[in-house]
Every structure is written in C-alpha cells, then in structure tokens.
C-alpha cells in the first residue's frame, strides 16, 4: 500500500543560487480565471477515443497552449481542439500549429520550461513520435513533468505503410524517460489523461508522460463516455498540482539542458531513474484520489480480469490495448470448454514497468500466456518485462509467448482461442515455441 | 427461414452491424449517426468503428457496430453481422458484403433496384431492404451519396425510436459537425424523401454455405519491403475507387478538341484514347473507362474546351437474372 500524500503546502518557487525570481512573471490566478468551462455538469457523451482525448485536455486551466503537427491516427485530437477553440471566442486557449513533430516537441520543451505549473500537451503517432526523437529524448531526461505527449499507437515499420493501431511506437521509445500509460476504451482515455499530469508533475516524480491508446481500434471507435464538470476536474487536480519546486525559465534566473562531463552524467541518470521509480508509489494513490473523486477506478498497474481471491489460475494471459476485451469476453466460455481456470491482465503502466505487482498476481499461475502485438525481433516486448519480473520466483511459471495483431490487424475470437490453446499445450507441459505468430485462428 | 428480430437481439444478446462502402462514400456519417441515435437510450451500449487504410478517396471501407443493453467488451471485427449494409453498390466487387450473415440476418442496399433483384444477385438469405440513396442524394444534395437515405432504412430496422427522433438525431450529429444551415435543410429534405422509397421484402435466395468466410490460408510470399512496380494499377482495377453510380464520358461531337494534350499528360491511368492528326498533331478520340478510370477528375478540370463530364451509370451485373421468386 503506497504511503504517497497529495503534494503538501506551501511549496513555492524559490530563487536559484545564481539568480533572482520572478514570481509574478505568470499569474496563474489569472490564466484559471481565464479558463472557460466546457461542461459544468456530469454528462455522457458518445465520441471517439481521439475526441475524448481532447476534451480532457480541453478541460484542465492548466492547458492553454496546444503545439500540434497532424498525422493519422492522431490527427482528429487536434482538429477537435482547434475546432473548440474556434467555437468559443471567450477562450484565451490556442492551437500553435508547427511545421513538423520535431518542432511540436521542440516547442513543448520551451513552453513547459518557461512556466513548469502550466501543462503542454500534444498527440503523435508512429513516424511523427521517431521525428520527435531527439527531444523527446532530452524531455524525458528535463524534469519537465508538465509536458503529456499523447500517443496514437501506429505501427512504426513504415515499410510497407499501415496506419493502424500497433504500440510498436510506443515500446520503440520505452527509455526516452516518460512515464508510458496504455490505455483502452473512451473512459479509460479521457481519465488517464486527467490524471496524468498529477502523476508526472508530482515533486517526487517530475517525468513527463505518455499516455496512449491504439490508432483505429480506440482512436476512432465511438462509444459513451462519462465527462466529468470543469470544476471537478479543477479541484482534482489542484490538490494533486502545487507550485513545481523548479523556477520556470520566465520566473527564475535558470539554464537548461546544460553540458556536463562523465564525471556526473551518471549521476543524472540515477536521478532520473530514482524519480521514474517513484511512480510506482504515487500512480496508485493519484488513482485511489481519483476514484475517491469521480467514482470510477483510477490509474492502476493493470486491469485484472478472473482473478480468485486465492490467486491460483492455470493460465494467466498478460496483454494490453482493445484486444484484450475480445478475451475477457469469451473468458468464461473458454474455462467452461477447457475446464480451466483463467484470468487476464491487461497492462496499463508500460514503464516503468511494475515488475513487482506483476509477479505477485502471476507467481501462482501455472502457466502465462504473453500477448504481444508489435514486431520484436525476440519473444516479444511485454514477454521479456514479464519473464524478467518472473526471474525472481523460486519456481515461475511457464511462459508461453504469443503475437498477434500487428499493424492492427484484427484479433478474432478464433484467434484468441488458439492461443489459449498455445497456453493450454504450455500448461500440459507440451513442446511450444518460444514465440509464435496467430492470425484468424491459426498459427503463422 | 425466420428472420431475426434486431431489436430482441439487442435486449436479449449483442446486434452486430457490418457495412461496406467507399472512402468518401459517407458510411462512416451513416454508421456514427445511427451510433448516436442508439446511444440517445442510456439503457443501450453502442460501440461503433471503421476500417480503412491510407488509399484515397473511393478506396473500400468499412464500418462495424455493436448494440446490446450488456456492457461491450468485445474488441474484433464484426464476421457474423445479423445486419449487413451496402453503401455502394462497386464496393461489392471487392468484398461479399454478405459474408458471415446467417439465414435470417437483414440487408441494407444503398441501389435503385429492387430487393427481390438484389436478392437474386447476391444470393440473399433474409429480409432484404433497398432504397434509392444516391438517387435521393442527388436530388436533394447535389450529389450521388446515399448515407442519409441508408441511415434511415437501418434506423427503422435497428433503433426502437419514431421517425421524427430519428430525423432530429441525424440533423444533431450534422450540427455538431458544422454544417451550414443551407446544407442542413437540404438534408432535412433528403431524410424526410428517403421513408416512401424504402422497400423490403423477405427472400430465401442463398445456397446452403454461401457467404460463408473463406479459411485464412496465410500470407504467402511477399515483395521483400513491400516493394511493387510502379504501375501497380496495371494489375489493380483502379476503377473501383470511382464512387458508384457515374461515370467519366469523353464527348466532341463538334470536333471541337484541340489536341492540347493536357488530359493526356494529366491522367495518372494513361486511359485518354488518341490518334495523330495532321492539323493538331493529335486529337484525342475517347477514354478507357471500364477498368482504370477512378474518377479523379484530372481531365474534366484541365480540358480547356469541356470535353469530359461526369455521367450517371447504373452499376453493371455481369449477369442479369429473371425476377421470379415465390
């Protein structure tokens, strides 16, 4: 159980020891003074997952500024933003759209240091996440936990082209230093991304975030969602976002990203390390806040699905994304016709990887049954996060490595239902590869 | 035979809506407006999603649903859809827009023919619905785009609302996309000429097994890095992107062409037919519709004289069959 606290008052900005202060360089009383609602009730809408990911950005004070370039699956998040901010003359929000991701990124970096208590978001996919590379890199690395780039998963090998969803982008960027959330459903999108700058703006954490959901399979499906009151959403988020206890470039005499020699990069790294590793004890309690605020669960290592109280099943599977609703849908029937028990987790927190709740909701499975579905040249991204947390066990259990649904494609029933047959066969303690392709219900 | 009844489906287990389209076609504004009507009960969960790729407009699409009063967690493509819809009629030629329906499943036909033709053609099992979309389109929107007309006729089948909710749900998700108010009237018209044209009608048409979903028999071997030649249209009918229901036609009955040539250098399907002439160095003489013309307008724009035109075209059947069902 996290012993983690809401951040406690007062922090303030405090003068760097070469320089002075400027507190009032950005009145940020005025900016949430500035701010107009675009709910002030509960509603339920129907919208795609790509809308709801703007809404929720829309709706904090914090955000006033959206740096964007387009590129599908993504696209829709910016068109929706700037399309409400042309709806609505009151507002003082603006869209900047820039000549290139490398730009958008660029500019992140810039905005989010001059002023560490507003948030910059923007939303890329695949090849528009790589062009940022460079400076996602240095973000990751910045304590600029005020900067959410959220990511429309598409397939990154751009040879041949395919648009849909595949985190494939997402796991080639796993140490560019952000806290990377997966995400599934409407519901699942619009609060993870409400709750993330809590999270990466906390003191103890100051890593910028990266939630995401798939391209296609959620960024374009329609489904209700629940939205929560601007003001809610204010005061949710207040009691999570204090003062950063960094001075912002315009409110503090500062440099940034400066040069230093081996003598301390490692020293920086561990640092970096030390704060990413913070998540796992503050993620659980900005979700335990958030469920005690709207009612609904809050940001979580991962979705369970099946288990017993007494943890024993004889296959776990371990996926992430939309797919894995497809599973807990014929879950039950599955165990009925194997006379199995089965559960499931869906991965949300991709890193830092939670290796340790991992293993204790695993470590009396008989056999799991990893899902992965981006191209690895191994057993597979997820496979080797898991085995890893496994490798501490005394007696782990079987892995069984999966992948399906690359570039999108669509994880049938069928397909679903051979490989729990791969598991089964793993959980005989039959001869299975240590990797293996399924599509429409049939080993490739 | 028993047809299925939607709206027990929905009460009593998961309907599963499938259609097929064009890119630009206007599926994804029917199947998201019918999403937004269905959602309007907040009894209903409604999951509504396309599949396309990042070819151009006139490329086949398609659209899937879930209805239910159950929590949707499913994330698959809808295969066994108890309702299949055929935007437009070209997009048939690429997929069995029946495929997976059982006996008993309901078809929704954006076409100006009949459901006992189409059940005939497409060897249709069920309740067999048609209305002239792209017909009504045309006449209220300036445009051949059956959307309006198709929401409707699946509206009346699947949502348990009155026509006027249904009319009032499209204009709502048409005003949310800021639409023009000229725009929106001609709409209102278009959805309000569609309920008198809708016909249906009930037919045991299919062979035991049609329709049934080929197995998945692998990849097989692929260009290494997807690499293609580069008229790929020579072995890919780019016609099928054209949107069904016209047609390019080349027309000079004064002679009147120039021999410019730039509809020659402008098509990007080499499709413009011409013969040397002594006074103009060439004339062109006629185009290549049937199998690369994709209608992209290339040369109606830069003809200086306005040879081209878009012309209405009833979709071809290779073959037709004799209407006598019992």
Request: charged share 20%; net charge negative; proline share 6%.
């Amino acid at each position: 159980m996290s012993t983690i606290e809401r951040p406690v008052l007062p922090l303030a900005h405090e003068p760097t020891p070469s320089g002075e202060i400027y507190p009032d360089a950005i009145d940020l009383e005025r900016v949430r003074a500035a701010h107009v609602d675009q709910f002030t009730q509960r509603e339920q809408v129907t919208v795609d997952g790509n809308t709801a990911a703007a809404l929720a950005v829309l709706q904090m004070w914090r955000c006033l500024i959206y740096p964007g370039f387009p590129i599908t699956p993504s696209t829709k998040w910016i068109e929706t933003i700037a399309s409400k901010i042309a709806d609505e003359p009151r507002t003082k929000k603006k869209v900047k759209l820039l000549e290139a991701e490398h730009a958008v990124a660029d500019y992140l970096v810039g905005a989010a240091a001059a002023c560490r208590d507003l948030i910059f978001s923007t939303a890329t996919s695949s090849v528009g996440l790589d062009h940022m590379t460079e400076t996602t890199r240095s973000l990751g690395a910045s304590g600029l936990g005020n900067v959410m780039l959220i990511d429309v998963y598409r397939a990154t090998a751009n040879f041949p082209l395919c648009i849909e969803g595949d985190p494939s982008d997402t796991l080639a960027h796993r140490d560019d230093g952000f806290i990377q959330i997966c995400t599934r459903g409407k519901q699942q999108i619009y609060d993870t991304i409400l709750q993330a700058p809590c999270l990466g703006m906390h003191p103890e954490v100051l890593t910028p975030t990266m939630p995401g959901y798939y391209g296609i399979k959620d960024s374009h499906r329609s489904a209700r969602l629940t939205v929560e009151a601007d003001k809610a959403i204010h005061a949710f988020q207040d009691g999570w976002i204090q003062p950063c206890p960094l001075p912002g470039l315009i409110n503090g005499d500062t440099a940034f990203g400066n040069c230093v020699t081996s003598k301390h990069f490692q020293g920086f790294k561990l640092s970096q390390r030390r704060r990413m590793e913070n998540v796992l004890r503050v993620l659980p309690a900005v979700g335990a806040d958030f469920e005690k605020h709207f009612g609904r669960p809050g940001l979580a290592f991962f979705d369970e699905v099946g288990w017993p109280e007494h943890g024993s099943v004889d296959i776990a599977v371990v996926g992430m994304g939309p797919d894995f609703g497809t599973f807990e849908a014929l879950r039950e029937s599955f165990e009925q016709y194997a006379g199995l028990q089965v559960a499931g987790l869906a991965m949300r927190l991709l890193t830092p990887f939670p290796s340790e709740a991992v293993r204790r909701r695993l470590e009396k499975a008989q056999v799991v049954l990893v899902v992965n579905q981006a191209h690895h040249y191994g057993r597979g991204h997820l496979t080797l996060d898991v085995v890893d947390a496994l490798s501490t066990l005394p007696h782990p259990p079987r892995v069984v490595s999966a992948f399906a649904g690359l570039g999108g494609a669509d994880v049938s029933e069928a397909t679903w239902e051979r490989m729990l047959e791969q598991a089964r066969a793993g959980e005989d303690g039959r001869h299975v590869e240590p990797a293996a392709f399924f599509h429409e219900g049939r080993p490739l | 035979m028993r047809v299925l009844d939607l709206k027990r489906v929905i009460q009593t287990s998961h309907l599963e809506i499938r259609g097929d389209g064009k890119a630009g076609g206007g599926l994804l504004l029917a199947f998201q407006s019918l999403a937004d009507l269905l959602a309007q009960d907040p009894g209903i969960h409604v999951q509504e999603w396309p599949f396309f790729s990042s070819a151009r407009r006139g490329a086949s699409i398609r659209s899937f649903m879930r209805v239910s009063r159950r929590p949707i967690t499913a994330a698959c493509e809808v295969t066994r859809p108890d309702v299949a819809i055929l935007m437009n009629e070209s997009a048939a030629r690429t997929w069995d827009f029946a495929e997976g329906v059982q006996p008993g499943g309901t078809y929704i036909l954006n076409t100006g023919r009949t459901p006992e033709q189409c059940a005939l053609h497409y060897r249709l099992s069920g309740r067999v619905i048609t209305v002239p979309g792209d017909d009504v389109g045309r006449e209220h929107l300036k445009h051949a785009i059956g959307n309006v007309s198709v929401y409707v006729a699946a509206a009346q089948v699947v949502a348990d609302q009155p026509l006027e909710t249904i009319f009032e749900s499209f204009m709502h998700t048409l005003e949310k996309r800021h639409v023009p108010k000229r725009i929106l009237e001609s709409n209102r018209a278009a959805l309000e000429a569609t309920v008198p044209l809708i016909r249906s009608g009930v037919f045991d048409a299919a062979a035991p097994g049609a329709h049934t979903a080929p197995p998945f028999e692998g990849y097989g071997e692929l260009p290494v890095g997807a690499q293609t030649a580069l008229r790929l249209s020579r072995t890919n009918r780019t016609a099928d992107y054209a949107p069904s229901g016209i047609r390019l036609r080349f027309e000079d009955p004064a002679d009147a062409c120039t021999g410019c040539a730039h509809c020659i250098h402008n098509c990007p399907e080499g499709i413009i037919l011409f013969q040397p002439d002594e006074e103009r160095g060439l004339k062109v003489v006629g185009v290549e519709v049937s199998t690369f013309c994709k209608l992209c307008g290339e040369c109606i724009a830069v003809c200086p004289e306005k040879l081209f035109k878009e012309v209405p075209f009833e979709e071809h059947w290779a073959e037709e069959e004799e209407v006598s069902l019992t």
